[in-house]
């Protein structure tokens, strides 16, 4: 119990969101929450609706923990949510994503609460390098989930990511708490199940992705600390500022320069950092072109500027 608890310790007091799926891993969230009395919590509970009366069963699961644990829970549907996003994405699992995260800043809104506890775990995160780094992530970009990040203005705080799944669900047995499983899980049409699937097959992968994490954190916050604010700062860039330094310290560049223009931070991947590097770069490249957020940067004579709409 100890060593699973001890994790939530570091949350600090105050009034907080805890997202409940259903599943294991956030139902021991919510169990080892409860009993702090320096913590006010409200549940919040998004239905889906993809497996039927399945997903109406798992609300059901939640309202009802939560009445029993007596606190308080928001319980929505997609349908709810959606039709009231701004731009959704057009790919499901990226929608399911933001019409969470609304329902979470709605909550944490109207309830003046202090942000949102989510369970990501240590296998999560050892999925979430993987994933990464099938996707060709550059080295710092493969630090993995943040224990507390603030995504648009909502405080997001994960303190179950030193504790692996299996002890979650010890202590769940432990306790006499049962939880709800999500057939979709067991489906390999999701990219994240294989790769959990591959993982739990080799289970010694786990530590040396997270060792990778902790790697690139540490390179990303050297990185972070030696690039120069003020050549992200600058209205107008020489090309040779990113050609000129170890790649990671261009990437971190180009992201400030990209971001103090006005691009979405959200929307500033790897992708479009490395578009720019390679118009620095790469003559051959188009000499103006779109970035997130509309935004349009020009080549000219060794330069990169941004493109004013009365300029282009």
Same mark, same amino acid.
């Given at each position: ?6 994790? /939530? ?8 969101? =805890? ?16 009993? $702090?009395?320096? !913590? ?21 699961? =939640? ?5 029993? !644990? ?24 990226? !929608? ?31 999925? &979430? ?31 179950? *990511? ?28 999701? *990219? ?15 530590? &040396?992705? *997270? ?27 020489? =090309? ?10 261009? $990437? ?6 990209? !971001? ?12 479009? /950092? ?39």
């Amino acid at each position: 119990m100890t060593a699973v608890a001890g994790p /939530i310790l570091n949350l600090q007091p105050g009034r907080w969101c =805890v997202a409940v799926s259903g599943g294991a891993d956030s139902v021991a969230l919510l169990r080892l929450l409860h009993p $702090r009395r320096d !913590l006010h919590l409200h549940v919040a509970h998004l239905d889906h609706q993809l497996r039927g009366p399945d997903s109406t069963a798992d609300a059901r699961f =939640v309202a009802a923990l939560s009445a029993m !644990l007596n606190i308080p829970a928001t319980i929505a549907t997609l349908s709810d949510i959606a039709p009231a996003l701004s731009n959704p994405p057009a790919n499901p699992s990226a !929608l399911y994503r933001a019409a969470r995260f609304d329902l979470f800043a709605r909550v944490v809104l109207d309830h003046q609460l202090d942000g949102v506890v989510l369970a990501h775990h240590a296998d999560d995160q050892a999925e &979430t390098i993987l994933h990464r780094l099938i996707r060709s992530a550059s080295i710092e970009g493969l630090h993995g989930m943040r224990p507390v990040t603030t995504i648009a203005t909502l405080q997001v705080h994960r303190p179950l *990511l030193s504790i692996r799944r299996q002890t979650l669900r010890n202590y769940l047995h432990a306790i006499g708490q049962s939880w709800r499983e999500d057939s979709s899980n067991a489906s390999h049409d999701y *990219l994240r199940n294989r790769l959990r699937d591959m993982l739990r097959v080799r289970p010694h992968l786990i530590d &040396t992705l *997270l060792a990778l994490g902790r790697a690139a954190e540490s390179l990303a916050q050297w990185v972070a600390d030696v690039a120069p604010t003020t050549r992200a700062q600058s209205s107008e860039m020489s =090309v040779h500022v990113l050609t000129s330094v170890p790649a990671p310290i261009a $990437r971190e560049i180009a992201r400030r320069w990209l !971001l103090h223009h006005g691009a979405p931070s959200q929307a500033v991947d790897g992708r479009s /950092i490395q578009r720019l590097l390679d118009m620095a770069a790469d003559a051959s490249t188009p000499a103006r072109q779109e970035f997130p957020g509309g935004i349009r940067i020009a080549r000219r004579s060794g330069l990169l500027r941004r493109v004013q709409p009365q300029d282009a």
